[in-house]
């Protein structure tokens, strides 16, 4: 069990692993195992903290004891929790693929992922808004590090055009957060989550300021219209890390997205027609972009933008089945959405990056990775066993429940043209003669299918044994639809 004094350590102990992984930067394979070893480590607290709060227990520690407004509050409740767990073991399995397909041996390269976890790990568990918006930057600096030290596209141009279009957004998005911040300030007078409980909903001024902020985190998931930028970049960078980044920074982005609607508007009714208008149509634009793609990474991260609205769509609806669907179908995308690129990437790795037909017949020269990418693309796309049925169908159920029948009709169309994209995909690379681009690239190698296929793998434990997941999920769901427990704790009544 985890002690509530324990909750900063658990976002400050990786960021001092990077330091030390910064003076270790000459013994790459030393820098490498301790990456490792501290990932594991963090993992292991993720599960920790599910195994104390999945009764629904929230934890909060105040860190130097001082009184609210400049408290600096740690909390944590089984939502935290599950994303922790989930966190880390993406950026666990992204730095195997990273070690084994040599893009860790960049200098740096582990110490940044040491240092990018620990600013995850505080965005998840801080109690303030401003420590939010600090975390999510303590998060983006060492990403920038990545995107620029293990960047792979099709040539100069692209690399270029790609880094300076995500710089550019995030430092646009987080300067959006901290305006906003501040307005919430000057209109409340306090950054406390505690303090700000019900304040959205309760004054027209803090609605304004909160939508500002709530602007700033929906760039930065990616939500439709402002989307445009992850198409444009997740294709252009390393395998590993655009991995790494689809089950990070959009996701702890919409994190913030359900905890402030839920805290600090306390899941408001008049607005909830704005969230299923805006992600209805994240689903339609993203997966109508991906059928215009010709390229496999492409395809995938226009994809998900269009998954990223299936997840929003659970906290448009707000009621306690769609809240649970939504966070079930987080969780589920995290490891699949990785599963993807990475296949993908290994694929690219061994034959090169070529337009979707030009390396074909995969399926019968290699059945591992064929197989692979076949079990993730078909829970992408919702079909059973898998958790992505799960998910879609939580999701359906809970928007029928709620009477948004058009909301349920669009993600089932959303879901047959997804089929389609990925079946694009499938027929171009998998089947068919083999033709190679290259014909001197070999085939690849099991160590850079394996971390895709354990993702793979997980996706198959979710659809099948997904109850005890969902039984979580739920109480998670429970936290979001009345955070009394969540604002005491905090509030350190």
């Known amino acids: 069990m985890i002690p509530a004094y324990a909750l900063p350590l658990v976002a400050a102990w990786p960021i001092l692993v990077g330091g030390v992984l910064i003076g270790l930067n000459r013994f790459r394979r030393v820098s490498q195992a301790v990456l490792v070893a501290a990932l594991l480590v963090n993992l292991a607290v993720g599960v920790l903290l599910i195994a104390t709060l999945h009764d629904g227990t929230v934890l909060a520690h105040q860190v130097g004891g001082w009184e609210r407004p400049l408290a600096i509050v740690f909390a944590a409740d089984l939502f935290g929790a599950l994303m922790v767990t989930a966190t880390g073991a993406l950026t666990l399995i992204s730095a195997w693929f990273a070690i ?3 893009q860790a041996d960049r200098a740096y390269f582990p110490a940044m992922v040491a240092i990018l976890t620990g600013g995850v790990n505080g965005a998840l568990l801080t109690g303030d808004l401003f420590n939010l918006f600090v975390f999510i930057e303590v998060m983006l600096l060492p990403s920038y590090a990545l995107l620029v030290m293990a960047h792979r596209g099709r040539g100069q141009l692209m690399q270029v055009t790609s880094s300076r279009i995500y710089v550019t957004v995030n430092l646009l998005a987080s300067t959006l957060l901290l305006a906003g911040i501040g307005l919430v300030y000057g209109v409340v007078g306090s950054v406390n989550l505690g303090d700000l409980a019900g304040a959205a909903s309760a004054s027209s001024e803090a609605a304004i300021a909160f939508t500002v902020v709530l602007l700033a985190l929906a760039i930065k998931a990616a939500a439709f219209p402002v989307h445009g930028w992850l198409p444009r970049t997740y294709p252009f960078m390393s395998p590993a890390v655009s991995a790494l980044f689809s089950g990070l920074h959009t996701k702890v982005a919409i994190f913030a997205l359900f ?5 600090v508007f306390d899941g408001d009714e008049r ?15 993203g997966v109508l972009g991906a059928i ?8 995938l991260s226009f994809h998900m933008v269009s998954q990223i609205g299936y997840i929003l769509a659970g906290l448009a609806l707000f009621t306690p089945l769609g809240l649970a669907a939504g966070l079930f179908y987080l969780l589920h995308h995290m490891f699949v959405k990785a599963s993807l690129f990475l296949s993908a990437g290994a694929v690219e790795l061994a034959h090169g990056r070529h337009s979707l037909g030009e390396v074909s017949g995969l399926a019968r020269r290699e059945p591992l990775v064929a197989i692979t990418f076949f079990i993730a693309a078909l829970s992408l796309a919702g079909i059973p066993p898998f958790s992505g049925f799960v998910a879609k169908l939580g999701l359906i159920v ?15 169309v959303v879901s047959i043209f997804t089929i389609l994209s990925m079946l694009k995909i499938w027929g171009a690379m998998f089947l068919g003669e083999p033709r190679e681009a290259e014909p001197d690239a070999g085939q690849v190698p099991k160590r850079l299918i394996l971390p895709a296929l354990a993702l793979a793998g997980v996706t198959v434990a979710l659809g099948l044994g997904a109850e005890p997941l969902l039984a979580l999920c739920r109480v998670a ?3 979001l639809s009345d955070p009394t427990g969540y604002v005491e704790a905090v509030m350190g009544s």
Not at 292 to 299: K, L, P, S, Y
Request: charged fraction near 10%; avoid cysteine.
């Open 477 to 479: 769901a429970a936290g």
């Open 292 to 299: 215009g793609e010709n390229d496999a990474r492409a395809i």
């Open 398 to 412: 809970a928007a029928l429940d709620a009477g948004q029948v058009v909301l349920a009709i669009v993600a089932v």
């Open 259 to 263: 905890r402030l609607y839920a805290v």
């Open 271 to 285: 607005f909830l027609w704005v969230g299923l208008v805006v992600f209805s149509l994240t689903m339609v634009f």
């Open 100 to 102: 084994v397909s040599g």
